[in-house]
Structures are given as structure tokens and as C-alpha cells.
């Protein structure tokens, strides 16, 4: 195999043409957008016309777009910020047991400050039980999280149920998802999931790295978590990169979501030449271009091997497996450790060849002679 073959969309991926062009007249000056002279200004329109192409996108004309770092630090910010500007009405959280560790560890920190927090379960598909979830809100609930698609299995969450629930019977309560992986999959949006806030990253959408924004409802009001500066409307100090926001507004100017067909697709492919393959789930239950498999290897060693050989994979979830630990997604819905440990991640985005994934397949299959020789 001459070139890599890309299964791990999700951790690697190409800037697009439209974000490269827009960053490129900035790659060679850092301008403040917050200076007050003429290139202050011309820094300043570029970021607010990248803010505008991502509120457009993905949010409506009462939508603030806060810059951040990155899909971890947004959810951060929504989780911390929303429960300590609502903390006078009550200091009970929920979080999807099978929500990113950024929004889960978060979470767990306010527990140290006073709050309850309290993990609502999964199903077996990593799906959130809404019986549970129904249960356990409260009149002094004031955050609930529950993402949109889950970043190691790529089920999707019923978060239109989950907004239905909360605002019956915990009124007070701010809503959150973590959208990553759904952006370039799934059609949504933050006012039609009747959502408060949504982090979203910028490599999803084929912008460029380190950076991420908060999607807020404009009536909606937070705390800031970092201090000495008055930038992205006080919530986060600090110089924001003109280049970056740029980039991340083009890319979501020219997304594009993944054809509903291409987990059919590659189900039959994988199942024709992967026969010891275990579905962690059926591709039928989740986004466009995320398939989760266990195989009768370690998915490190698999990972490895086939990268040797030109084909990208991921050990279910990479930031899960830079833990050192199982996956948690997956201890939540049931599967043990040791098939946890066999469990990868497959990836998709545009571009995809099936001929490629086939010859992927060929790969893997090899990997696993030579592991298990």
C-alpha cells in the first residue's frame, strides 16, 4: 500500500481548501483582534466573520459563539460556568454515563466544591436510559449533560427526549451536549435540539487544530472559568489566533454531512472480510462514518501493526486510551475489560474509497495473522 489509507477520521484529518484560504493571509501576522489599529480591525472582521459562518451553521442569529481551544475546554466551560452562575437555584448534576471524560471529570470537580453529581446509565447500546433519567431530575437540578454522538461508538443519543424531559421537570436546569462527533454527520442544530449549550472543535469540520468553540443561547448567562481578560466577551483571556478562527469559520461554512448510506456500506465490506469480527454495536444505530468493532486482538498492538502497514485505526477512543484504563463508554454499556482491550474505533469523512477499506480490511486481517502467530 502506497499511501495511508485514513479509518481514524475522528483524530486525523486534512484542512479543507476553504479553511487553508482563509488562514493563509494571517499565517504571517499575528494581529491582536483586540488592537485598536488598522490591522487590529482587519483581525478583528476575520474572526467575526469566522464567528458568523460557525453561528450560522450550527446555531441562529441568537447564538453566541465563544471561542476556545478546543471541544474539551468548551464542554469545561459549559459545565463549571452554567452550574456555578446557577448555584443559588440548586447544585445537582447529571451527566450521561457514556459522555466525554471532559464533561465527566469536570463534573466530578464541582463535587469537591458541594455539588451532587450523579451519572445517569446507558443501555447496552450506550444509549442514555430516559426511564433513569426521568427518575433521577430534581426541582434543583441545574445542569444536565448528554451528548449528541458518542465519540468511541458513534451511537446517537436521543437528546430531543432527553431536552423534552429536563425542561418538564427540572425548569432551572441549563442543557448541554458535546456535538464533536456528530459535526459532518448529522444535520442539527442548537435551537432545534432546544439545547443551552454545545461544544464543538474545529478538525471536525476539516478546520484547523487547537481550537473549539461554546455555543450558547443568547439569553443565556454563565461564568467565566479562567481569569485576566476581558476577550471572547469575558469568558476566556487571552489572544485568540485570527489564522485558527478563520480556518474553523470557512470549514463550517463548507460543511457537508456524510451520506446516511455509508454505514450499510461498510458494514458489508467489513463483515465479507473480517469474519472474527464482534459488532460493538450495529452500524444501523449510529452516525454516518463511525463503526465500532472488537477483534480476537489487543487494539494497541492491532493500531500499531497497522500503521506499519499504511492504514490509520483507533483504540476505541483516543483520549479513553491515553488514560491507561478501559474504556468507559464501553464499562458502561456492559462489555468487559478484556473485550474492551479489543475494541477499535473505525472513522470515516469525505473522500472515502470503498476499494480503499476493503484493501484496509486485507491489512488488519494480516495484523491479526502476525499478532496471533
Not at 70 to 92: P, T
Not at 127 to 149: E, G, P, Q, R, Y
Not at 307 to 332: D, K, Q, Y
Request: overall charge negative; some cysteine; charged content about 20%.
Amino acid at each position: 500500500m502506497t499511501s495511508l489509507v485514513n479509518l481514524d477520521a475522528l483524530g486525523v484529518s486534512n484542512l479543507s481548501e476553504a479553511a487553508g484560504k482563509a488562514m493563509s493571509q494571517w499565517l504571517g501576522t499575528n494581529a491582536s483582534p483586540s488592537s485598536l489599529h488598522i490591522l487590529g480591525e482587519a483581525a478583528a472582521e476575520a474572526v467575526e466573520v469566522g464567528r458568523d459562518q460557525i453561528r450560522s451553521a450550527l446555531g441562529g442569529k441568537n447564538t453566541r459563539v465563544i471561542f476556545t481551544s478546543g471541544a474539551g475546554e468548551s464542554d469545561n466551560l459549559a459545565v463549571i460556568g452554567a452550574s456555578q452562575k446557577g448555584k443559588r437555584k440548586g447544585k445537582h448534576i447529571l451527566v450521561c454515563q457514556a459522555d466525554p471524560l471532559s464533561v465527566i471529570q469536570a463534573a466530578k470537580s464541582l463535587s469537591k466544591q458541594g455539588w451532587s453529581v450523579e451519572s445517569v446509565p446507558v443501555d447496552s447500546k450506550g444509549i442514555i436510559d430516559l426511564v433513569a433519567l426521568a427518575k433521577m431530575l430534581k426541582v434543583n437540578t441545574t445542569f444536565v449533560s448528554c451528548h449528541l454522538v458518542n465519540e468511541e461508538t458513534g451511537v446517537i443519543q436521543p437528546v430531543a427526549e432527553v431536552v423534552e424531559l429536563v425542561r418538564e421537570k427540572s425548569p432551572h436546569a441549563h442543557i448541554h451536549s458535546s456535538a464533536r462527533a456528530a459535526v459532518n454527520r448529522l444535520h442539527f442544530n442548537l435551537d432545534w435540539l432546544g439545547l443551552d449549550s454545545l461544544s464543538i472543535d474545529s478538525q471536525c469540520a476539516g478546520g484547523p487544530s487547537g481550537i473549539g468553540a461554546l455555543l450558547l443561547k443568547d439569553n443565556i448567562r454563565i461564568n467565566s472559568i479562567l481569569h485576566g481578560g476581558a476577550e471572547e466577551g469575558g469568558m476566556r483571556p487571552g489572544n485568540l489566533s485570527t489564522a485558527l478562527a478563520a480556518g474553523m469559520g470557512a470549514a463550517y461554512g463548507g460543511i457537508i454531512e456524510l451520506p446516511s448510506e455509508v454505514n450499510t456500506e461498510v458494514e458489508r465490506i467489513i463483515s465479507e472480510k473480517l469474519l472474527s469480527l464482534q459488532w460493538t454495536i450495529k452500524p444501523k444505530y449510529c452516525a454516518p462514518g463511525i463503526i465500532s468493532i472488537r477483534l480476537p486482538v489487543g487494539a494497541d498492538a492491532l493500531v500499531l501493526e497497522c500503521g506499519l502497514a499504511g492504514v490509520l485505526l483507533s483504540p476505541s477512543s483516543g483520549c479513553t486510551a491515553s488514560t491507561g484504563g478501559p474504556s468507559h463508554v464501553l464499562s458502561a454499556m456492559g462489555i468487559s475489560e478484556n473485550d474492551a482491550i479489543q475494541t477499535i474505533r473505525i472513522s470515516l469523512t469525505h473522500g472515502y474509497e470503498l476499494e480503499e477499506i476493503s484493501l484496509a480490511c486485507d491489512v488488519i486481517s494480516d495484523a491479526i495473522g502476525k499478532i496471533t502467530a
